[in-house]
Protein backbone atom coordinates (compact mmCIF):
# COMPACT_ATOMS: atom_id res chain seq x y z
CA UNK A 1 0.00 0.00 0.00
CA UNK A 2 1.52 3.02 -0.80
CA UNK A 3 0.04 5.11 2.39
CA UNK A 4 -1.93 8.39 2.64
CA UNK A 5 -0.63 11.06 -0.34
CA UNK A 6 -1.01 14.48 0.39
CA UNK A 7 -0.86 17.16 -2.70
CA UNK A 8 0.75 19.27 -3.11
CA UNK A 9 3.76 19.07 -0.64
CA UNK A 10 4.19 22.62 -0.78
CA UNK A 11 2.10 24.96 -1.40
CA UNK A 12 2.66 29.38 -1.90
CA UNK A 13 -0.14 31.36 -2.52
CA UNK A 14 -1.00 35.26 -2.30
CA UNK A 15 -3.20 36.07 0.66
CA UNK A 16 -7.23 36.31 -0.80
CA UNK A 17 -6.60 33.41 -3.07
CA UNK A 18 -7.98 29.65 -2.82
CA UNK A 19 -6.10 26.82 -1.72
CA UNK A 20 -7.72 23.00 -2.14
CA UNK A 21 -5.32 21.15 -0.04
CA UNK A 22 -5.66 16.96 -1.42
CA UNK A 23 -5.29 14.15 0.51
CA UNK A 24 -6.09 9.49 -0.73
CA UNK A 25 -6.91 7.89 2.50
CA UNK A 26 -5.47 4.29 2.74
CA UNK A 27 -8.16 1.95 0.99
CA UNK A 28 -10.34 0.40 3.17
CA UNK A 29 -9.73 2.62 6.32
CA UNK A 30 -12.96 4.10 7.32
CA UNK A 31 -11.78 7.06 9.28
CA UNK A 32 -10.07 10.45 8.43
CA UNK A 33 -8.81 13.09 9.74
CA UNK A 34 -7.19 16.77 8.65
CA UNK A 35 -4.91 17.95 11.30
CA UNK A 36 -2.89 21.45 11.18
CA UNK A 37 0.76 21.40 12.86
CA UNK A 38 2.06 25.13 14.10
CA UNK A 39 4.76 26.24 16.41
CA UNK A 40 2.68 27.93 18.57
CA UNK A 41 -0.44 25.40 18.87
CA UNK A 42 1.47 22.40 18.13
CA UNK A 43 -0.93 19.76 16.24
CA UNK A 44 -4.79 20.84 16.13
CA UNK A 45 -7.24 18.95 14.79
CA UNK A 46 -9.21 20.16 12.17
CA UNK A 47 -12.10 18.07 11.14
CA UNK A 48 -12.67 14.69 11.13
CA UNK A 49 -14.73 12.10 8.70
CA UNK A 50 -16.20 8.28 9.47
CA UNK A 51 -17.21 6.47 6.33
CA UNK A 52 -17.28 9.92 4.03
CA UNK A 53 -19.34 11.84 6.80
CA UNK A 54 -18.60 14.53 8.48
CA UNK A 55 -18.50 13.89 12.27
CA UNK A 56 -16.49 16.47 14.31
CA UNK A 57 -15.74 19.72 12.72
CA UNK A 58 -15.33 22.07 15.95
CA UNK A 59 -11.43 22.52 14.75
CA UNK A 60 -12.39 24.34 11.62
CA UNK A 61 -11.00 27.66 12.86
CA UNK A 62 -13.61 29.50 10.94
CA UNK A 63 -16.00 29.90 8.21
CA UNK A 64 -13.07 30.05 5.62
CA UNK A 65 -12.34 26.94 6.06
CA UNK A 66 -14.21 23.67 4.32
CA UNK A 67 -13.49 19.78 3.66
CA UNK A 68 -15.05 17.67 1.94
CA UNK A 69 -15.27 13.83 1.31
CA UNK A 70 -17.01 12.94 -2.09
CA UNK A 71 -15.99 9.15 -1.39
CA UNK A 72 -13.73 7.26 0.05
CA UNK A 73 -10.58 7.35 -1.41
CA UNK A 74 -10.25 11.37 -1.68
CA UNK A 75 -10.80 14.35 0.69
CA UNK A 76 -10.09 18.03 0.33
CA UNK A 77 -9.78 20.69 2.55
CA UNK A 78 -10.25 24.20 0.95
CA UNK A 79 -9.46 27.66 2.49
CA UNK A 80 -10.91 30.50 0.88
CA UNK A 81 -10.36 33.29 1.39
CA UNK A 82 -6.54 32.21 2.57
CA UNK A 83 -4.54 34.62 4.91
CA UNK A 84 -0.92 34.68 5.85
CA UNK A 85 -2.12 33.01 9.34
CA UNK A 86 -3.11 30.43 7.80
CA UNK A 87 0.56 29.22 6.84
CA UNK A 88 1.01 25.67 8.39
CA UNK A 89 1.71 22.27 7.26
CA UNK A 90 -1.53 20.50 7.36
CA UNK A 91 -1.71 16.42 7.69
CA UNK A 92 -4.31 14.14 6.67
CA UNK A 93 -4.11 10.67 8.39
CA UNK A 94 -6.55 7.42 7.67
CA UNK A 95 -7.62 4.68 10.33
CA UNK A 96 -9.18 1.78 9.91
CA UNK A 97 -10.89 2.43 13.22
CA UNK A 98 -8.53 0.82 15.54
CA UNK A 99 -5.96 2.52 17.57
CA UNK A 100 -3.52 3.48 14.71
CA UNK A 101 -3.75 6.73 12.50
CA UNK A 102 -1.57 7.08 9.37
CA UNK A 103 -0.55 10.12 8.51
CA UNK A 104 0.83 11.59 5.01
CA UNK A 105 3.66 13.45 4.79
CA UNK A 106 1.84 17.38 5.10
CA UNK A 107 0.79 19.86 3.05
CA UNK A 108 3.41 22.77 3.59
CA UNK A 109 1.34 26.02 2.83
CA UNK A 110 2.71 29.69 2.75
CA UNK A 111 0.23 31.85 2.06
CA UNK A 112 2.26 35.59 1.44
CA UNK B 1 -12.22 18.30 28.01
CA UNK B 2 -9.97 16.00 26.77
CA UNK B 3 -5.88 16.68 26.95
CA UNK B 4 -1.99 15.89 26.84
CA UNK B 5 0.36 17.79 28.58
CA UNK B 6 4.24 17.00 27.80
CA UNK B 7 7.25 18.28 28.71
CA UNK B 8 8.80 21.27 26.95
CA UNK B 9 11.88 20.78 24.74
CA UNK B 10 14.08 21.32 22.61
CA UNK B 11 15.97 18.32 24.69
CA UNK B 12 19.99 17.90 23.65
CA UNK B 13 21.61 14.74 24.86
CA UNK B 14 24.80 12.69 24.45
CA UNK B 15 24.65 9.80 22.73
CA UNK B 16 23.96 6.20 24.55
CA UNK B 17 22.32 8.84 27.51
CA UNK B 18 19.33 8.32 29.14
CA UNK B 19 15.60 9.82 27.83
CA UNK B 20 12.94 10.84 29.68
CA UNK B 21 9.82 12.75 28.20
CA UNK B 22 7.21 13.18 30.45
CA UNK B 23 3.47 13.10 29.52
CA UNK B 24 0.38 13.30 31.91
CA UNK B 25 -3.37 12.99 30.09
CA UNK B 26 -6.96 14.80 30.99
CA UNK B 27 -9.74 12.52 30.21
CA UNK B 28 -12.98 11.19 31.33
CA UNK B 29 -13.17 7.34 31.47
CA UNK B 30 -10.64 5.10 30.04
CA UNK B 31 -8.77 6.55 26.79
CA UNK B 32 -5.47 4.51 24.92
CA UNK B 33 -2.09 6.13 24.87
CA UNK B 34 -0.24 7.02 22.39
CA UNK B 35 3.91 8.01 21.56
CA UNK B 36 4.17 9.29 18.10
CA UNK B 37 7.32 10.35 16.23
CA UNK B 38 8.11 12.54 13.60
CA UNK B 39 11.17 12.61 11.87
CA UNK B 40 12.13 16.13 9.83
CA UNK B 41 9.73 16.68 6.85
CA UNK B 42 7.81 13.69 7.29
CA UNK B 43 4.05 13.11 8.62
CA UNK B 44 3.96 11.16 12.57
CA UNK B 45 4.33 7.31 12.86
CA UNK B 46 3.17 5.22 15.76
CA UNK B 47 5.77 4.08 18.26
CA UNK B 48 3.99 2.38 21.15
CA UNK B 49 0.64 2.24 22.27
CA UNK B 50 -1.03 1.07 25.47
CA UNK B 51 -4.68 0.67 25.99
CA UNK B 52 -5.25 -0.35 29.75
CA UNK B 53 -4.14 1.07 32.73
CA UNK B 54 -0.78 -0.94 34.03
CA UNK B 55 0.01 -1.97 30.40
CA UNK B 56 3.20 -0.97 29.29
CA UNK B 57 4.00 -0.29 25.52
CA UNK B 58 7.40 -0.79 23.71
CA UNK B 59 8.62 -0.60 20.65
CA UNK B 60 12.68 0.66 19.20
CA UNK B 61 13.96 0.24 22.91
CA UNK B 62 11.41 3.01 24.02
CA UNK B 63 9.03 2.26 26.64
CA UNK B 64 5.94 3.81 28.18
CA UNK B 65 3.55 2.58 30.63
CA UNK B 66 0.11 3.78 31.00
CA UNK B 67 -0.12 5.03 35.30
CA UNK B 68 -3.83 5.75 35.49
CA UNK B 69 -3.28 6.86 39.18
CA UNK B 70 -0.98 9.46 38.22
CA UNK B 71 -2.85 10.03 34.88
CA UNK B 72 0.77 9.81 33.22
CA UNK B 73 2.80 8.03 30.07
CA UNK B 74 6.01 9.06 30.40
CA UNK B 75 8.26 7.90 27.64
CA UNK B 76 11.88 6.35 28.43
CA UNK B 77 14.70 5.08 26.41
CA UNK B 78 18.06 3.57 28.10
CA UNK B 79 20.43 4.65 25.70
CA UNK B 80 19.65 7.31 22.56
CA UNK B 81 21.37 7.13 19.36
CA UNK B 82 21.86 9.96 16.91
CA UNK B 83 18.85 8.28 14.73
CA UNK B 84 16.13 9.14 17.25
CA UNK B 85 16.50 12.86 16.89
CA UNK B 86 13.10 13.79 15.84
CA UNK B 87 10.17 15.35 17.68
CA UNK B 88 7.79 13.17 20.11
CA UNK B 89 4.02 13.41 20.33
CA UNK B 90 2.32 11.91 23.39
CA UNK B 91 -1.69 11.42 22.36
CA UNK B 92 -4.47 10.02 23.42
CA UNK B 93 -7.91 8.51 21.84
CA UNK B 94 -11.33 9.26 24.01
CA UNK B 95 -12.94 5.73 24.20
CA UNK B 96 -16.03 7.60 23.39
CA UNK B 97 -15.34 8.40 19.98
CA UNK B 98 -12.37 7.90 17.64
CA UNK B 99 -10.81 11.25 18.80
CA UNK B 100 -7.28 11.84 19.06
CA UNK B 101 -5.40 14.60 21.13
CA UNK B 102 -1.65 15.54 20.70
CA UNK B 103 0.54 17.20 23.21
CA UNK B 104 2.51 19.99 21.65
CA UNK B 105 5.55 18.14 20.45
CA UNK B 106 9.10 17.64 22.29
CA UNK B 107 11.83 17.89 20.43
CA UNK B 108 14.92 15.39 20.86
CA UNK B 109 18.34 16.07 19.54
CA UNK B 110 21.18 13.69 20.18
CA UNK B 111 24.88 14.26 19.47
CA UNK B 112 27.43 12.00 19.18
Known amino acids: DAGVIQSPRHEVTEMGQEVTLRCKPI?????LFWYRQTMMRGLELLIY????????DSGMPEDRFSAKMPNASFSTLKIQPSEPRDSAVYFC??????????FGSGTQLSVL | GDSVTQMEGPVTLSEEAFLTINCTYT??????LFWYVQYPGEGLQLLLK?????DKGSNKGFEATYRKETTSFHLEKGSVQVSDSAVYFC???????????FGTGTSLTVIP
Open chain 1, 49 to 56: FNNNVPID
Open chain 2, 91 to 101: ALRTNTGNQFY
Open chain 2, 27 to 32: ATGYPS
Open chain 1, 93 to 102: ASSPGYEKLF
Open chain 2, 50 to 54: ATKAD
Open chain 1, 27 to 31: SGHDY
